[in-house]
């Protein structure tokens, strides 16, 4: 019974590690998460200017019309 009993509070333990070591991870994929996001923001609006800074120039080029 004893026995019983320590082997069930080594599991608790070993639980309880490895909680703390997934909230740890868990953590820090958000964080990962966070910055990547930023990162697709900020290449998402340089992505936008630049299309829009080739709109402008092809906008100013002279229309030739094919025969």
């Known amino acids: 019974m004893i026995s019983e009993f320590q082997q069930l509070?080594?599991?608790v333990d070993q639980l309880a590690e490895l909680s703390q070591t997934l909230r740890g991870e868990?953590?820090?994929l958000?964080?990962?998460v966070a910055e990547l996001n930023?990162?697709?923001s900020a290449l998402s609006k340089r992505l936008s200017e630049a299309h829009e800074r080739v709109t402008l120039v092809?906008?100013?080029l002279p229309f030739v019309e094919q025969e």
């Open 30 to 32: 958000r964080l990962q």
């Open 26 to 28: 868990n953590a820090d």
């Open 58 to 60: 092809l906008e100013k």
């Open 9 to 11: 509070a080594k599991k």
């Open 38 to 40: 930023a990162a697709n």
